[in-house]
C-alpha cells in the first residue's frame, strides 16, 4: 500500500509525521506522494481540509486518514500515541475496500464576468459582501425562493455541518444524509426586508442558485481557501456525484465525535 502524508507544520506535527515514516517504513509501507492509496493529515481538520484539496483530482482512488496532534477533530480523530496501532492496521490490514467510509461533497459552480469555475467543498462554501452587505435572489430548483440581504450565505456539506455551519445555528446532519444545507449569515430582516431565518437542507436531487442583485465585490470561501470576485453572475450549489473516502481502521461513530467534541462529561446524566 503506498501512502502519502501531510502535517500541520508544527513541531509535534512533524515530529509525529517522522515516527510514522519511520514506522510504516518498518512495515513495508511506500510513500508515494503522486499516487497514495491512503493520504495520512497529521495536525487538525484544517490540515484535512488542505489535504483534500490537494489530492481532488484523485479522489475516486484515495481513502484519507486523520491524525490530530492538538484537540479531537472531526475528520483527524487518530490519537497521537495511537500511530503504531495505525501503522500496524495500514499494513496488515489487506484491502481498504471493507474498511472505508465515503461522506458526501458539495459542488458549487460560479460563474463570473471572467467566466465559469466549478469547486469542490469538504466543509462548505460562503458567499459574502467584501465591502458592503450581501443582496441576493436565493432560487431553489430554478423558483425564486426569497431575496438574501446580509453578511452572506454558507452552503454545507453533511459533515461539514459542524464546522461553520453549527456556528450559524444550523443543524447537524448525519454525513450519511446526501445533502447540502444552506444557513444565513446574520441576515437583515424588517419590515422591509424578510428572510426564512431557518436553515435549509436539500436533497441531492435539488439544487439552489444565487443571484447577486448587484454588482459588487465578493468573497467566496470554499473550505479554507478564499477567493475574491470582482462580479458573479451566478452560484450554483448541488450535493456532488463524487464523494470522500475516509479509510475506518476502527468504528468512531459521528454522534459520538459530536458529543466528545462539543458535550463531553457535561452532558452526563
Ligand atoms: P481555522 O484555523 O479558523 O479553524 C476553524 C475551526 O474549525 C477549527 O477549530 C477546526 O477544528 C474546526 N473545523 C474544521 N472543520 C470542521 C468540521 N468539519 N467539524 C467541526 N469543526 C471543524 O480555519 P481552518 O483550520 O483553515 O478551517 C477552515 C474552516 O474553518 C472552514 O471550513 C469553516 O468551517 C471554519 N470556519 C468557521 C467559522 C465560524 O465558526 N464562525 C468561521 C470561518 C471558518
Redesign the pocket.
Known sequence: MNYSLLDRGDQVSRELAETFEQLAKERGLVRDDERPDVVLSIG???TM?HAFHRYRERLDRIAFVGIHTGHL???ADWKPNEVSELVRLMADGGGLKDRVVKYPLLKIEIVSDAGSESYLAL??FTLKGADATLVAQLNINDMPFETFRGDGICISTP??S???N??LNGALLHPSLEALQIAEIASINNRVYRTLGSSLVLPKHHHCDIFPVKKQKLLITV??LAIPYESVVSVRGSVSEQKVTFARYRPFPFWNRVRE?FIQDGGQP
Open positions: 487538525g481538520d484544517g481540509l477533530g472531526f475528520y466543509n462548505e459533515s461539514g459542524t464546522a461553520y453549527k456556528s473550505d479554507h467534541a
